[in-house]
């Protein structure tokens, strides 16, 4: 019994250093990620726009939608469902006949 417990609180204790440690990290990981986003210029931090669509974009997004509107995607289901049986097959491995157990009385 004592075994056992120490055993519980030898896992408990490894699994709280672990913890300790990978929190330890993420906070570490926190700060060096937050000290190289200042030491970025500002002018990286930017993001600029995309310049309009063109022609060409606008007339493949059309299309696409034209098509997926217009088309029909699935096809039609009859909604019977058919089950049909099988025999099994004749096997000797599973016959009660020749079992060990066969008692004659």
Do not use: C
Not at 31 to 58: C, L, R
């Amino acid at each position: 019994m004592l075994v056992a417990i120490i055993a519980v609180l030898a896992v408990a204790l490894v699994v709280v250093i672990f913890l300790l440690i990978k929190k330890n990290k993420g906070q570490k990981e926190a700060v060096a990620e937050k000290q190289a986003f200042k030491a970025q210029p500002a002018a990286d931090n930017v993001v600029k726009a995309e310049s309009v669509p063109g022609n060409d974009e606008e007339v493949a997004a059309f299309l696409a939608l034209h098509l997926y509107l217009t088309q029909n995607v699935h096809d039609l289901e009859s909604n019977v469902i058919t089950i049909e049986r099988i025999q099994k097959r004749y096997s000797p491995w599973s016959s009660k006949i020749y079992s060990i157990n066969n008692f004659q009385r």
